[in-house]
C-alpha cells in the first residue's frame, strides 16, 4: 500500500493512542489496536487477527516463524477466516482449502471506542467478478474485532443475493503452547466428533483432549466453551462461543509439520488450534437478506489451582443460525 493510502487510511479509521495503521511484513498493511487491557493486530489481508496479548501476559495467538504474508497466500496462525467452506471444498478439488476469503484483501468499515471501553475495528468484503467465477453467490462479510483484556472476534456472512445459500466456515484460532505434554484442553468430555486421521470415523471424546499424536478432529453439536490448561506457561485460555455448533480440535505432529512449507518442522510443539466453526453437518443456510454471526471469545489467566475456571461473559452475537 502506497504511504499516501496508508495516510487516508488513518485519517478516516485511526483512533489516537488505540488504534493505527502501518505497514507490516511483507508490505501487507497491518492495523495495531492497543488498549490499556491489551494489544492486537490485524492485517486486512484475510481480515486476519494476527496477534493478541493481554497485559502481563504471555502472547495468546500463534504465528508461525515460516508464515508468508504475499498477496494471494493464507497467512500461517493467528485466527485466519475460513469462508463460504471450511476444509476442501465439497465437490471441486481444484478450489482452495477453507474456501477463498483469508487470501483476499478486506476494507476497514468502521473503527471505535466502544460503551465497554474496548476498542474496535471492523473489516469487510464481499463478492465479486472473481469470486462469482469460485462460488456463485452475493454476499458481504464482515468481521468485528474488540480488544481489551478480552478479544472478541465476531464474523457476520450476509446473503445479499435474490436466492438461498447455504456455507460452512471457521475462526481457525492458533493458540500458543510450551509444549504438547504440559497442555489438556478441557470442553468437548463427551462429545462424538469425527477423527480426521482415522478415516473421520465417528467416536466419542473420553475426558479431556491431550496432544500426543496428530489431531484432527470435528466435535459436533457442542456449543460449549474450551479451555486450553497449560501446566507449562501456568495460564489457561479460554475459548467461547456463539453461532457454532462445530468446534475442530488440530495440531499437525511430525510428518504433517514437515510438509508445510510455511510452518517450521518443530513448531507442532508449540501450538494447537481449537477452533470456532461450522462445520460437517453444522452448515448455516442463508435466505437472500438474512445473516448469520459466528462469534469466538477469547481470554487468558494465570493458572492457579485455587481459584476457579474461567467464567465467561455472555457474548455479543445475535445468536445461533446455523441449519
Ligand atoms: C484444520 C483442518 O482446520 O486446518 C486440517 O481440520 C487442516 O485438516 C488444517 O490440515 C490446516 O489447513 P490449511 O489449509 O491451513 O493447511
Redesign the pocket.
Known amino acids: 500500500m502506497r504511504p499516501s493510502d496508508l495516510d487516508a487510511l488513518n485519517r478516516q479509521f485511526a483512533i489516537r493512542d488505540r488504534l493505527f495503521f502501518r505497514e507490516g511484513p511483507g508490505g501487507l498493511t497491518i492495523a495495531e489496536i492497543r488498549h490499556s487491557g491489551g494489544e492486537a493486530t490485524i492485517a486486512l489481508h484475510g481480515g486476519h487477527v494476527l496477534s493478541f496479548r493481554p497485559r502481563h501476559h504471555p502472547p495468546v495467538l500463534w504465528l508461525s516463524r515460516e508464515a508468508r504474508f504475499e498477496t494471494g497466500s493464507?497467512i500461517?496462525g493467528g485466527i485466519?477466516v475460513c469462508w463460504p467452506w471450511f476444509?476442501d471444498h465439497p465437490s471441486n478439488n481444484a478450489m482452495p482449502?477453507?474456501g477463498f476469503v483469508r487470501a483476499t484483501v478486506w476494507t476497514p468499515s468502521a473503527s471505535e471506542t466502544l460503551a465497554d471501553g474496548s476498542t474496535h475495528l471492523k473489516l469487510a468484503t464481499a463478492d465479486s467478478e472473481e469470486t462469482m467465477k469460485r462460488w456463485p453467490h452475493r454476499f458481504r462479510l464482515e468481521i468485528a474485532v474488540s480488544v481489551s483484556d478480552v478479544l472478541r472476534v465476531a464474523l457476520t456472512a450476509t446473503n445479499t443475493d435474490r436466492s438461498a445459500f447455504s456455507c460452512t466456515g471457521?475462526l481457525?484460532s492458533y493458540f500458543n503452547i510450551s509444549t504438547p505434554a504440559n497442555v489438556r484442553i478441557k470442553g468437548v468430555a463427551g462429545v462424538a466428533y469425527l477423527d480426521?486421521v482415522d478415516r473421520m470415523r465417528r467416536k466419542v471424546q473420553d475426558g479431556d483432549v491431550f496432544i500426543d499424536k496428530e489431531t484432527?478432529r470435528?466435535y459436533l453439536d457442542t456449543n460449549a466453551a474450551c479451555t486450553i490448561e497449560d501446566r507449562g506457561m501456568q495460564r489457561r485460555i479460554g475459548i467461547a462461543k456463539t453461532g457454532s455448533r462445530t468446534t475442530?480440535i488440530?495440531n499437525?505432529w511430525v510428518e504433517?509439520s514437515a510438509l508445510?512449507k510455511d510452518f517450521g518442522d518443530d513448531e507442532y510443539q508449540t501450538m494447537v488450534?481449537v477452533?470456532t466453526a461450522n462445520a460437517g453437518p453444522d452448515r448455516v443456510r442463508l435466505a437472500p437478506g438474512e445473516s448469520h454471526t459466528l462469534e469466538a471469545v477469547i481470554c487468558s489467566e494465570a493458572s492457579d489451582p485455587e481459584r476457579p475456571p474461567i467464567v465467561f461473559l455472555p457474548a455479543t452475537g445475535p445468536g445461533d443460525k446455523s441449519a
Do not use: F, L, N, Q
Request: include cysteine; charge should be positive.
Open positions: 493464507a500461517r485466519p476444509a482449502a477453507h471457521a481457525h480426521k484432527d470435528i475442530v488440530w499437525p504433517k508445510m488450534c477452533e
